[in-house]
């Protein structure tokens, strides 16, 4: 990718005023729908559960061209589209739309807000029921497969019995992945992106610096913080330490260097602490502390395989595959998602990877990206009405 | 480099109660010296400053074989021998003692806390001539060329003119870089290790985050915290961020991987948490936070060339250098190195440069890793006195 898509990169549309930038789609309003409740993996049993979605486009008469995009650690419901009051677009607006990647004019698109969130859906800041206070602390430990779970309630109540497509990249791919595995008969494609089926040591450490950093702001107190005394100083922190992980070397050096900040106010900052500063503080004004907590933890716990052998996980799985690294994700590297390819083909399964080149680490999923936008799009158009090879340049598979 | 040499893998010595490890040198002592001011690039005038350094081996007759050894970030003047009160090894008594490469048998090798520091050396926790209180924030902001400037000082105490060597890692090596430039005439041989001319905008984010979670801290309160409210967690947390970024990926996997604790109190808790969580809070018990923020500062503020020539800066400069960078090494990446080979090979300078293959991140430098000492040996010994090529294994330059 050139120089000039840099544009927009800043790590989540959400924290960004998008100069001219004008969705497709027009504004876009989010649900929230109660749903009968679910039992986590933990025991813990949710009587309702409120769930916040967005869907675009059309369910066909077969019910048959639904796609579940499912969001990362700071994602929500609203995908594309622009926001009602912000007028912001959509989290991932630039590859969901008429004629995008994720084409709305022929899939019909559900995105939820993850279970433990802090946009609609049940989480920490939700009220308990048996005390009429916030769940706080004392919100049950939820996992991905809850998520999952939740999202497949939605489902039920959408009328979807099976998805043609579960799309998601970071914690969204591993959304995908437990689809896939939990349930098999109701995904046709699984698309990962950016993920991994565990993380590693140093992904739980950059998570776990983000942790400590909103628990050691005392205003946390424990989880109960009054919104006159939110913990914003932690949150800022740890949305910090995440934006580093989420660039490359090489787009920070490009986008900043050791460049100065010109107001005058600043006029000693260097710009990428100006950048840092301002990820961190506008992340406060829209996502809760004790759901950063939650999510991470959910993330870290993480693990499709477990102590079990891949191929005795694998082996119900109907899905194809296609998963999606980039070349500059430092964060989670291509090898994980090699890995996860070299155990999905050892268990017979169809797949497809893709290790895209791009400099712009973690975030390319996030950012205008035209290979990216192809590879989806060809993929995602390929299976839904198959076209002779010559009417499209296909994706490149990389040998493994 | 084997799984045998994990043992002492902690980042810092200083952290560490080093099973069975005896220092070959025994307790050693460090000393305060009062000395004349100095005048800071930004000029504030220092009317004395207080050094706290260690002296190991004989200055020889002719005075020729002084090496100064230059700590990193959180080090400080006890570079060797046992810690009167603690009994812990010096950071760097892996490498400096009798028969070790830096060898004190042969060599008298001179350690001084850098100005800004808070282990004895006149610092934002010293006391304010003018107030009689702590400076605080109001401590100049110092850079690594005032801190040269220093050391020089105590040079000229300790009846040093010329240097036999400089060496560092880190911020030593920007020291080390500096020495070379500033005081060309004193400066023999430089040893810059795992360092750069330059922080990019990676290398200054992550400071920022380490300086975020401090100011964060409402306990630092402007940098005037009492002892009784010390900003204990926001160090804690700058701290962490820096040990991530300390160790390689691949490290981390084999000492932690996913492993969880066995003890019953942190049951849940994966292993590298309770790793970063006691680095964490055993920094705060021997590292003051001010000094924190402007270390950290001095050295993002650091650009040996800044806007000039390369070749300009180098004109004068008569030492010879090796140049040490370590292949897995992510925070100060090899490149980096190259790129300062590259410089001062186009400046006509004689420069050995090594890069080595190692598992352990910028780390490498400060654990049980005999290439490294090897190289830094031969070079050290071949240069003192020239041997035939048959006496040893040379270290084997990568061609560039």
């Not at 939605?154 to 791919?173: N, P, R, T």
């Not at 595995?181 to 739980?204: E, F, G, K, N």
């Amino acid at each position: 990718m050139g120089a000039e898509h840099v544009s927009i990169l800043d790590g989540d549309l959400q924290d960004q005023q998008v100069a001219g930038y004008q969705s497709a789609l027009g504004v876009t309003q989010t649900t929230t729908v109660t749903l009968p409740g679910i039992q986590t993996q933990s025991g813990f049993k949710f009587d309702t559960v409120d769930v916040n979605f967005l869907t675009l486009g059309k369910l066909s008469p077969e019910r048959d061209n639904a796609i579940l995009v499912c969001h990362g650690l700071s994602g929500n419901a609203h995908v594309a589209g622009s926001d009602p009051l912000t007028g912001r677009p959509g989290w991932w607006d630039l590859h969901v739309g008429p004629g995008k990647a994720i084409d709305t004019d022929k899939f019909f698109v559900i995105a939820s807000n993850a279970l433990g969130g802090c946009s609609g859906t049940t989480g920490p800041g939700s009220l308990d029921p048996r005390t009429g206070k916030p769940f706080g602390m004392t919100f049950p430990q939820v996992t991905i497969r809850d998520m999952v779970q939740v999202q497949a309630a939605l489902l039920d109540h959408l009328g979807v019995e099976k998805l043609f497509a579960v799309i998601g990249a970071s914690m969204g791919g591993m959304q995908a992945l437990s689809w896939a595995v939990d349930l098999p008969a109701r995904t046709r494609i699984c698309i990962p992106i950016a993920t991994c089926t565990a993380h590693s040591a140093m992904q739980i450490a950059f998570n776990e610096v983000g942790r400590r950093a909103i628990m050691a702001d005392p205003d946390w107190n424990g989880g109960e913080y009054a919104e006159s005394r939110f913990p914003s100083h932690g949150l800022a922190v740890a949305r910090m330490v995440g934006h580093v992980t989420y660039l490359s070397e090489l787009a920070m050096t490009r986008k900043f260097g050791r460049r100065r900040q010109a107001s005058a106010s600043d006029a000693n900052q260097f710009s990428v602490e100006s950048y840092l500063d301002h990820q961190g503080s506008s992340f406060v004004k829209r996502f809760d502390p004790n759901s950063y907590l939650y999510l991470t933890r959910a993330i870290d716990e993480f693990d499709l395989f477990g102590t079990a052998a891949p191929t005795e996980v694998l082996r119900g799985v109907q899905a194809r595959f296609l998963v999606i690294s980039f070349s500059s994700d430092w964060l989670y590297p291509p090898v994980q998602s090699r890995e996860l390819v070299r155990q999905l083909k050892r268990a017979g399964t169809a797949v497809t990877y893709l290790n895209l080149e791009t400099d712009y680490g973690h975030d390319s999923f996030l950012i205008e990206n035209p290979p990216f936008a192809d590879v989806l799009g060809h993929f995602l158009n390929g299976e839904h009405a198959p076209r002779p090879k010559s009417a499209g340049a296909p994706p490149v598979a990389e040998g493994i």
